[in-house]
């Protein structure tokens, strides 16, 4: 069975500054890694994922994740926030038809 | 427009009264699931389904059922609703699996007292 951990609930930053949202996930078979990003008051849209090949993944607005295997981790990472950032992250895996959630990090980006 | 229609996005009802949320896509997805939301826990799978007539529990079936008689359809039943069951719902859809990108709808916020 699978089961996603997130490792901050918040994270406070400032625009332009960096961020890095925490996974790790466990799983005792192949596994395909998301990000999905819930906007205040919208549902979820899918932010990037890893399915296979390369382990750095990049999605079209700024932000990147990579997929460690030894570490089982799949963090989310961007170089520099806008306000509009401002969002609920959750990362996801999915197992055979089933697909499981984290907890969330909330990304509150002021000016 | 392709997308994931929820109806009701807003409901408040009582303990013990049935109700049905409806999901429906226009995609002509066969994965459709059903998630509730709650602070602090993220998503969990309360239910999915790989096609018609084929459903599977998730993660917290307890409680809810579901019915895929049509393709594009796929109603949440709440049979006997308790308090616990107030949350906020999601239903989503995919081309055929749940590691291929899901649409998710708009939500539907139910309140039980």
């Known amino acids: 069975a699978q089961s996603v951990t997130q490792l901050d609930s918040q994270v406070p930053v400032f625009e332009e500054a960096p961020v890095e949202l925490r996974c790790n996930y466990s799983?005792?078979?192949?596994?395909?890694l998301f990000w999905y990003v819930q906007y205040p008051n919208q549902g979820l849209q899918l932010l990037l994922k890893?399915?296979?090949?390369?382990?750095l993944v990049e999605s079209i607005n700024g932000f990147e994740a990579e997929f460690n295997k030894s570490q089982t981790s799949f963090h989310l990472r961007k170089p520099s926030v806008h306000i509009s950032d401002t969002a609920e992250y959750f990362c996801?895996?999915?197992?055979?038809?089933?697909?499981?959630f984290g907890a969330g990090t909330t990304v509150t980006v002021r000016a | 427009e392709a997308q994931v229609t929820q109806n009701p996005r807003y409901l408040i009802t009582v303990t013990g009264k049935k109700l049905t949320v409806t999901c429906s896509q226009n995609?002509?997805?066969?994965?459709m699931s059903w998630y509730r939301q709650d602070p602090g826990l993220g998503l969990r799978q309360i239910y999915y389904?790989?096609?018609?007539?084929?459903?599977d529990k998730g993660d917290v079936p307890e409680g809810y059922k579901v019915s895929r008689k049509e393709k594009r359809n796929f109603p949440l039943i709440l049979e006997s609703p308790s308090p616990n069951q107030t949350s906020l719902y999601f239903c989503?859809?995919?081309?055929?699996?749940?590691?291929?990108?899901?649409?998710f709808g708009p939500g539907t916020r139910l309140l039980v007292l």
């Open positions: 989503a859809s995919s081309p055929r699996r749940a590691r291929e990108t899901q649409y």
């Open positions: 799983s005792s078979v192949s596994v395909y």
């Open positions: 890893y399915l296979s090949g390369s382990t």
């Open positions: 996801a895996v999915s197992e055979g038809y089933k697909l499981s």
């Open positions: 995609m002509n997805h066969e994965y």
């Open positions: 389904s790989m096609n018609v007539e084929v459903t």
